[in-house]
Each structure stands twice: as structure tokens, then as C-alpha cells.
């Protein structure tokens, strides 16, 4: 399916595309998270975000690995349900890209370099 034959299917009947963390990851930067773009960003990694349904910022992320980062601790890790991925929308919520895949030439930053980036440190290799 090429891309305007995708686009003109998406058009006539929309249906929400949902990402389920696993092979890729999510870091939920919260509500309007604009300190944590500029922190990334810095940092080398900045990968697409996702905003919404509301308010909050989801940062996509190479796989997730468990490294015993407990929920809790900001930011934290979607583990569980699933991402509403834009032009996505659904009663109530919508979602839009912040940062696009497209503006960051498809790069995925590592969740380690985008954990050690959100938390002030720079992970050296």
C-alpha cells in the first residue's frame, strides 16, 4: 500500500493505532513536558513524542529492558496499556505528535541514554 493509497484508507475510515510497549518503549515525560525536550535534546536523544490523550507527553524509546526501575520513580516507564499513537482519535482523546518521527530522521533513542538524559547525567560509552 503506498502512502497515498494509506492516507486516502485512513481518511475514509480512521481507527486508532495503539502501541503496546514490548519491542519498543515509552517513557512517559508527564503533563507538557518541555523541560524534559530540552533535556533530551541536549543530550543527543531525542526521539519522537507523542502527546495526549490529555496532557501527557510520551517519549518513544528503543526496547524497554527491566532494569529494575521501579514505576513510581519520575519519569517513569509505560508498562502498562498502550500508547495512542496519532492521527489517532477516539471519543474524548485525541493524540498528535510533538516531535515527529520524521524531524528526528526516524532515530529511537536507547531508554538507558534517554533515562540518564532525563535525569540530569549523560550515559558515556
Same mark, same amino acid.
Given at each position: 500500500?503506498?502512502?497515498?493509497?494509506?492516507?486516502?484508507?485512513? !481518511?475514509?475510515? %480512521?481507527?486508532?493505532?495503539?502501541?503496546?510497549?514490548?519491542?519498543?518503549?515509552?517513557?512517559?515525560?508527564?503533563?507538557? &513536558?518541555?523541560?524534559?525536550?530540552?533535556?533530551?535534546?541536549?543530550?543527543?536523544?531525542?526521539?519522537?513524542?507523542?502527546?495526549? %490523550?490529555?496532557?501527557?507527553?510520551?517519549?518513544?524509546?528503543?526496547? /524497554?529492558?527491566? !532494569?529494575? /526501575?521501579?514505576? &513510581?520513580?519520575?519519569?517513569?516507564? /509505560?508498562?502498562?496499556?498502550?500508547?495512542?499513537?496519532?492521527?489517532?482519535?477516539?471519543?474524548?482523546?485525541?493524540?498528535?505528535?510533538?516531535?515527529?518521527?520524521?524531524? !528526528?530522521?526516524?532515530?529511537?533513542?536507547?531508554?538507558?541514554?534517554?533515562?540518564?538524559?532525563?535525569?540530569?547525567? !549523560?550515559?558515556?560509552?
Amino acid at each position: 500500500m503506498s502512502e497515498d493509497e494509506a492516507f486516502e484508507a485512513w !481518511t475514509d475510515r %480512521p481507527w486508532p493505532i495503539l502501541l503496546r510497549p514490548g519491542a519498543i518503549g515509552v517513557i512517559d515525560l508527564g503533563p507538557g &513536558g518541555s523541560g524534559a525536550e530540552a533535556a533530551l535534546r541536549s543530550a543527543g536523544c531525542l526521539g519522537p513524542i507523542v502527546v495526549g %490523550p490529555g496532557l501527557r507527553w510520551h517519549l518513544i524509546v528503543d526496547h /524497554v529492558a527491566d !532494569t529494575g /526501575v521501579r514505576a &513510581g520513580d519520575p519519569p517513569r516507564s /509505560v508498562r502498562e496499556g498502550c500508547v495512542l499513537l496519532p492521527p489517532s482519535q477516539v471519543p474524548r482523546q485525541i493524540s498528535r505528535w510533538r516531535i515527529t518521527p520524521q524531524e !528526528t530522521a526516524w532515530f529511537v533513542p536507547d531508554y538507558a541514554s534517554a533515562r540518564a538524559a532525563l535525569n540530569g547525567q !549523560t550515559r558515556r560509552d
